[in-house]
């Protein structure tokens, strides 16, 4: 390896500059740290208190050798229930968080676990706690009342739960699971700052996931939205954009033309922050999907997308948009993203790629697009007909 960089020059050793050696190059650049502890966090009064009383068993344990010993006991690893330094402040420390509320903690963790999570995220932890109040009929659930029962009970009222807002009807079954799921993060997170003393997350099982089908667009259908006028341009241009690109509706709608950006290959990428992921992606931005985008401002600060509506009120003009194409599927604008998989996969490109380019975690959820595709090569062989057919 050769390193022309400069800033690489105040390094020492040799021998990681000629192979990958870690231990070669902490060895010579480490720096033992010699100051004091002034960069601490001081103990608290309660830490003060055992370590005082820890001192003096100290003490009594360096004259006696051992300071005690258990002689009659088989030994186990549940031989003894829970050791305590100072038993009486610990044990009432404990019971006074296992009176407090969960539903007021559930609610005050949402903002410390997703500082930075996108807006499905912060929705679906809130509308959990306002069931979580629903479900106690606005009475508190204090901590030591939850027991696998209590939660048996909360997963089969998740099940027949009211949907949000004006919506009529009870939840999916897929929408309970989710929401199950983030009751059972919350329960962890209590377990880790100690409102718990057992993990009881880990004891009860979640909600089945129903896997249901994705719906997506053919590209004979792409071509009848194409040619439908759209009372709403950005409607018509977000959602054909999302097709060519696969991002999604609120990764759209925030981009940016600074996030447009040319490759030094000639070619165009989206650069983006991913909402629901958080993670960066570089989406390939094809030239007709450029186009969708219109003429490039002067100001690089500017939305691409300029006025596209948020998701709970674009369904309707969509909806308008899809019917007067002649289309007769259920369509919603996260379906151009799933089109852009299933195209992928029908003009031959690997599952792989595929993942890559959806930035999926896991190729098992990119592998769900291949029924679509199967779907339609049925469809494509039963247009097969032989007139005539007598045998």
């Not at 186009?291 to 909806?319: H, M, Y």
């Amino acid at each position: 390896m050769k390193f022309e960089n400069e800033n690489w020059a105040q390094f020492k050793g040799e021998t990681w500059k000629k192979e990958i050696n870690v231990r070669d190059f902490i060895q010579n650049n480490y720096k033992p740290y010699n100051g004091d502890d002034t960069f601490l966090v001081p103990s608290s009064e309660k830490t003060k208190k055992v370590w005082n009383k820890l001192t003096e068993m100290f003490k009594v344990e360096r004259e006696k050798g051992v300071y005690d010993a258990e002689t009659k006991l088989p030994q186990g690893i549940d031989t003894y229930g829970p050791g305590y330094i100072d038993k009486e402040n610990e044990i009432a420390a404990q019971n006074e968080r296992s009176e407090q509320d969960f539903i007021k903690y559930f609610n005050g963790i949402i903002s410390k676990r997703h500082p930075n999570s996108s807006n499905s995220i912060i929705v679906n932890w809130t509308r959990v706690g306002e069931l979580l109040k629903i479900y106690s009929q606005g009475n508190p659930i204090p901590f030591k009342t939850i027991s696998v029962k209590l939660l048996e009970d909360i997963k089969m009222f998740l099940l027949r739960a009211p949907m949000g807002g004006n919506k009529k009807g009870t939840i999916s079954q897929n929408t309970a699971s989710t929401y199950f799921s983030i009751l059972k993060a919350g329960l962890k997170q209590a377990f880790v700052d100690e409102y718990l003393t057992v993990d009881i997350s880990a004891k009860i099982k979640g909600i089945t996931n129903i896997e249901t089908p994705r719906v997506a667009l053919t590209m004979n259908e792409v071509q009848m939205l194409i040619d439908t006028p759209c009372k709403d341009d950005v409607l018509k241009r977000a959602f054909l954009f999302s097709i060519l690109t696969g991002l999604r509706h609120s990764d759209i709608q925030a981009l940016k033309w600074q996030q447009i950006q040319q490759t030094s290959k000639g070619t165009w990428q989206a650069v983006v922050i991913q909402q629901k992921t958080k993670r960066p992606a570089y989406k390939p931005v094809i030239q007709q999907a450029l186009q969708l985008c219109g003429e490039r401002p002067s100001n690089d600060d500017a939305l691409v997308f300029e006025g596209l509506t948020d998701a709970s009120w674009i369904s309707r003009p969509l909806k308008a948009w899809i019917e007067a194409s002649g289309i007769k599927k259920h369509i919603t604008f996260h379906c151009g993203r799933h089109s852009y998989a299933s195209l992928l996969l029908e003009n031959g490109v690997d599952i792989y790629t595929i993942k890559s380019l959806m930035g999926h975690t896991n190729v098992r959820t990119t592998q769900i697009y291949t029924h679509i595709v199967n779907e339609q090569k049925e469809k494509a062989a039963n247009t097969l007909h032989i007139d005539n057919w007598d045998l």
